[in-house]
């Protein structure tokens, strides 16, 4: 349920909230060990941080939600491979002085 209220959002215009109810999802299904809501929580998260600008937060839980789907084996683990492909290439970490 938080997940979809998460998508709503999102498709309403309203990210930050989105993110929150995603966020939420995560911690619900981290608890109760569930991988496979896990992954759709990371893939929700990721998709708010590419609306706001965000592309390498995006990647990061477009990342976990492919390693998720991949191990338990189920199909979604091919449309992130193609959102992860859709990406830019990841911006280099600033470096730090010694």
Not at 4 to 19: C, I
Not at 29 to 44: K, T
Not at 53 to 63: K, N, T, Y
Not at 65 to 93: D, M, N
């Amino acid at each position: 349920a938080l997940n979809g209220a998460g998508q709503v959002l999102n498709a309403m215009g309203r990210p930050e909230q989105a993110r929150a109810h995603h966020q939420d999802a995560l911690t619900v299904a981290g608890e109760i060990g569930h991988p496979h809501w896990v992954a759709r929580s990371h893939e929700g998260l990721a998709a708010t941080y590419l609306i706001t600008g965000h592309p390498d937060q995006a990647r990061q839980h477009w990342e976990c939600a492919l390693g998720l789907y991949s191990r338990i084996g189920l199909p979604e683990a091919a449309q992130v491979r193609r959102k992860l492909a859709e990406l830019p290439a990841a911006t280099p970490q600033q470096s730090r002085p010694e």
